[in-house]
């Protein structure tokens, strides 16, 4: 459990470009995040999430799972440095493995996860092109503590994008990015200031207004 008011340390998982790593550095550094980045681990030795890391002087660790012959040796690896690194959250940021539930257990209710998608719907791979294939009017993004079963968590936030008709899963994918980076912060200082709890699947947000709501429409009420 991590202090409230204090700032919290923070890993983060990435094996690729590292866009969502970005929002997050840019918002602990303008403190929107009461918490540091102490460390970034790739399992992609070319991620360029890595250079995004150096440049603000955060260590960084490319542990290279195809070096382990097992899945679980692997996350060991991983969940060593974190704990050395002593993390009280762990960020995965586009990062492409499935952790041993050995792993998730270890960080329950402190590891995060960021998919394109608005779960329940579309949960793992090609997602974009699901979403646009089902005839869906929204996407989005979700935020959720990560659970053994993939994308199945308790969701923290979620962000709705619109399906427009000229849509590729490309140009869906740039769109629901841009509602990323501002989720995951959220998400996340939501955590770093205790102000999640959860219950079963359901998490509530401590200190909320329980009567702000906003809702969209697609097509806009507007076009019609
Ligand atoms: C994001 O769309 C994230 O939701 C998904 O992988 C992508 C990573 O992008 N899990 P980036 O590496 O953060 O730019």
């Known amino acids: 459990m991590v202090e409230s008011g204090g700032s919290i340390r923070i890993g983060v998982l990435i094996s690729g470009g590292g866009s969502n790593l970005q929002a997050l550095i840019d918002h602990c550094q303008n403190g929107f995040i009461p918490g540091q980045i102490v460390l970034v681990i790739s399992n992609e030795a070319t991620a360029f999430g890595l250079e995004r890391a150096r440049r603000h002087g955060i260590a960084t660790l490319v542990i290279a799972h195809r070096a382990f012959p097992s899945r679980a040796e692997f996350d060991q690896a991983m969940q060593e440095a974190l704990d050395q690194a002593q993390v009280d959250l762990v960020c995965l940021a586009g990062f492409m493995r499935i952790l041993t539930p050995g792993f998730v257990h270890h960080y329950h209710q ?18 974009q092109a699901r979403a646009l294939a089902s005839g869906a009017r929204f996407s989005g993004a979700t935020v959720q503590f ?79």
């Open 146 to 224: 990560v659970a053994s079963e993939v994308d199945a968590g308790p969701i923290i936030a979620q962000a709705v994008v619109p399906i427009l008709a000229g849509d590729t899963p490309e140009s869906l994918a740039e769109r629901i990015l841009i509602q990323e980076h501002r989720l995951y912060p959220l998400a996340v200082r939501l955590f770093a200031m205790n102000r999640l709890q959860v219950d079963g699947q359901r998490v509530r947000i401590l200190d909320a207004d329980a009567n702000a709501q906003s809702s969209l429409l697609n097509p806009p009420w507007e076009a019609c």
């Open 110 to 127: 402190r590891l995060l996860n960021i998919h394109p998608a608005l779960l329940p719907a579309f949960p793992g791979l090609r997602v």
